[in-house]
Every structure is written in C-alpha cells, then in structure tokens.
C-alpha cells in the first residue's frame, strides 16, 4: 500500500480491512486511491487512480470524465453536503473490478439539483462498481437511494417511505376487509 492509501485504509472498519486481504493489491490501492478523491478532494490522488479517458456511467452524455470530471462531482457534494463522509461497509473484487457499498452521511447546507440548502442530515446507502485497468479506474457504475436522500431533505414526502412498506400496509388493509391471505 502506497504512502497515498494509507489515510484511506485507516477509516476502514477491521472486518473490511480483513476482506481487504484477500483482494488483489493493485485493486485496492486503486479502490482506497479513489476514495480520498471523494474524502479529502485530494487532487494528486484523482489525477493517479481516476485514468485520463474514465467513463463515468451515471453522467449525463457529454458530461466531462477523466480525473477532472470525478473531483467536479466530488466538490459538488460536498458543496450541497457538509460534513459529508462515504464509510464503506462491504467491499468485493473480482478479476478487473470492484464493487464498494457505502453509506453516504452529511447535512445539506448547499445547493443540491436545485433543492435550496435545508440543514437537514442525510444518511443514504450508496453502491458504486469500478473497472480498473492499468493501475487506474478506467469505468464506473453507481445507485443510490435518492427517494430516501429525496425525503430526508424534505422534496419528496409519500404516504410510505419504500414499497415494502406501502406493500404492508396494502396488505393489512386487504385483511381488514376479509381479503384472504396466501396463507390459506
């Protein structure tokens, strides 16, 4: 691990730090590399880990990539997200990729998609996958809960936070009129 992972590998948790040692080095320096771009906006490590030509999938076309376009995103979030954090929670390689599962933390108290700041906090999971090629992250794909994040800054207010839970309560209103159940 290089003198640019170390601070990354620090913040994270000893059961992934574990599985960390079954993944191949050069994946996960990229993958700690390209975490300080989003934790500390740390330029040296985009231009290191993020390749000239990166694609990032969830952008608009035309929307620039390369390491410039991955910082461009990051100080946007964390211009729209103060005290903004990305703890990874699991963390899984295989062959030429990475896939992280983190959990996005901050309080909005900056422009975000038009949504005027609203001080409140969020705390959303994200999933972001990663293509590596020649010591640098050359693609990646991601998903987010933005209905949750949505909700949390008060633009999105349904009867029922998820389908789950619109489901169960379908459910028991079917049963409160004598539906019957496939329970039998």
Do not use: C
Not at 8 to 32: K, W
Not at 106 to 113: I, P, S
Request: charged fraction near 20%; glycine fraction near 10%.
């Amino acid at each position: 691990m290089s003198e640019h992972t170390e601070g990354a590998a620090a913040r994270v948790p000893q059961d992934l730090r574990n599985t960390a040692a079954q993944i191949p080095p050069e994946i996960l320096e990229v993958a700690l590399g390209v975490s300080r771009v989003f934790a500390t906006l740390d330029e040296e490590a985009a231009r290191r880990y993020i390749a000239p030509d990166f694609v990032d999938h969830e952008a608009s076309p035309g929307v620039g990539g390369g390491p410039q376009g991955y910082l461009t995103t990051a100080r946007y979030m964390r211009t729209a997200f103060s005290e903004a954090t990305w703890q990874p929670d699991d963390f899984f390689a295989f062959g030429d990729r990475f896939a992280v599962r983190v959990t996005f933390s901050g309080r909005h108290t900056g422009e975000f998609l038009g949504v005027p700041p609203t001080g409140n906090e969020v705390r959303v999971q994200h999933l972001h996958f990663y293509r590596v090629a020649g010591g640098q992250a050359v693609e990646h794909w991601g998903a987010r809960d933005e209905l949750k994040l949505l909700r949390q800054i008060g633009v999105f207010t349904p009867d029922h936070p998820t389908p789950a839970d619109a489901g169960a309560a379908l459910f028991a209103a079917e049963q409160a009129a004598g539906a019957p159940s496939l329970a039998g």
